[in-house]
């Protein structure tokens, strides 16, 4: 029988089950529903009381989660319509505990393939900026703003990155690089709420989730537009530098 579960009613179970997920993590057994724990969630206003573990392991309530259990929860994502024509979903890869995370916009046909980001002429011209850095693919973070590929690599739209940028954000969260560096024009208007052009946020740092953010250009404009490297050499120095500092 066809379920009668409405698409709102999918999200917040969804949200239920994370949360739930997140208290297990923290050690919570249960919640107290006892007359008394009733009466000081009225007068405090709160949700339930989450009941102290008998033997929970010493994990720290702020432990952030892992970018498996991110991946986890997508599963087999259908959250927006571009899932109806992908082969794959493009979650992103790398060091886990990468210092520095390229954000593109969303996987195009080689990359909807592959399941891997950017992987095709553009991902090989990112592969060399990289390397240029002094660094590999496999000690940066590579993930975009959607995960999966847009028919005919139009732009996403505004719902479907509604729907994609929380596991982003959760993603970067497991993370915690110390430089973000945004990929394009959809890339850096997403993660920084402007519509700013591209060419007048690039050069500059600014900010996602209180990490340095850097935008540039995309490497598929750079291969329409080889002139513009020298300004991507410049915001990848800018990079680098930033990169030298110790951490904090
Ligand atoms: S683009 Fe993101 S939200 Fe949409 S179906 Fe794919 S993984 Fe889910």
Redesign the pocket.
Known sequence: MASTVTPPLVDLLREIRRSLVYLKSIGCTGFDCSAEGVAMVAQLGVGPVAKPAVTAAPVSATSPETLDQVRAD?GE????P??QG?TH?VFGEGDPKARLVFVGEGPGFEEDQSGHPFVGAAGQLLTKIIAAMQLSRETVYIANI???RPPGNRNPQPD?IR??MP?LRRQLAAIRPQVICALGKVAAQTLLDTQTSISRLRGDFHAFMDIPLMPTFHPAFLLRNPERKREVWQDVQKIMKRLSRPST
Do not use: P, S
């Open positions: 997508l994502c259908t959250r927006c571009l899932c992908r979903i959607v995960k999966c479907e729907a994609c596991f």
